[in-house]
């Protein structure tokens, strides 16, 4: 096959493009992205006004959101048999123009063609793990995904450092502005607009016994949610942290691309995550995170990593004719 930058999406490619980039994660399932095709690529635009949160992370977590859906975007890309490259934040005119993601004339990567397959698998997991823990030479993958997106995982193995983490979670969750409760509150309210977290995908409530509490995101903490039950959860998971060098919107758009790999090499491997970013949604908590280790960069997200003891259904997506207005077909 030749290879050339002038190739344009057809039809078919377009739609498979579209589906992976609108599959990636992102916070509280708000999808807070638009999509548009041009000039042989996609343009990834933040939608801010669809993930309003309140909190002091809000405007990172819509670009790491994005840089999610870009990552997916070059997934596709290459499973169609395109190389491609991508420039972040390319038009300072332009802040929600996230990223261009253009054909590049060069052979696909197998690497990304080789993740494809677990687009559609992965899922955020908020159900308990078993107790086991994450093998390290499949830790060590993880670490090589995020470090080939320019980002860092960093594990939590060691003491106190594991301990002062799951001290500073709790502290978040206790501390938690009752402003972020009253909006996620109204999103998983029934008649809720938009995409939200429905049952299936919030998981049980955790079992908490202090002081001894599981270091699990309760989505609905504080809300009585029919049909959840409650669980205990493993006591120790596997806890890391997603590093970037320096903090500023680009930054975020290259931790949501090393995120969204990472999360597809583990669904490879059999492992889920969920995430703990109390923390980083509080800006006074939120260098607590890295304090331990500071030369690692700037933290960017929160891991729980495990082996699954269920598979949450897939969560609610909005219509592709929404986020890509200019789909052809």
Known sequence: ????????????????????????????????????FADGGLEVRADPDDASMPTASAGRDVRLSCGAA????????????????????????????VAR??????APDPALDALYRWVDTRRTNRYPF???????????????AARLE???????????????MLTTIRRAVWTEDESVRDDREARLSPGAGGPAIPVGNLGPVPRR?????????????????????SAAFEPHPD???????????GSWVT????LQRLLLEATGHGVAASFANQPLEDAELRPVVSGGAAHHGSPQMVLRLGYPTARPPVPPRRPLSEVFPGLRG
């Open 130 to 144: 078993r107790p086991e823990g994450v093998p390290a030479g499949v830790l060590a993958l993880l670490h090589d």
């Open 239 to 249: 806890l890391a942290v997603l590093e970037t060098a320096d903090d500023d919107p």
């Open 101 to 106: 993601v253009t054909l590049s004339g060069d």
């Open 1 to 36: 096959m030749q290879y050339t930058d002038h190739a344009v999406l057809n039809a078919s490619e377009q739609l498979v493009v579209a589906a992976a980039a609108a599959a990636a994660p992102s916070v509280f399932n708000t999808q807070p992205w638009s999509f548009a």
């Open 150 to 164: 320019g980002a860092t995982l960093r594990l939590l193995d060691g003491e106190p450092e594991y301990q002062r």
């Open 255 to 258: 931790a949501g691309q090393a």
């Open 70 to 97: 870009v990552f997916n975007a070059r997934v596709a890309l290459a499973r169609l048999g395109h190389g491609s490259r991508v420039s972040v934040l390319p038009d300072a005119g332009e802040p929600l123009l």
């Open 209 to 229: 016994e202090l002081p001894n509490d599981p270091p699990v995101r309760d989505m609905a903490e504080g809300l009585d949610v029919a049909g959840r039950g």
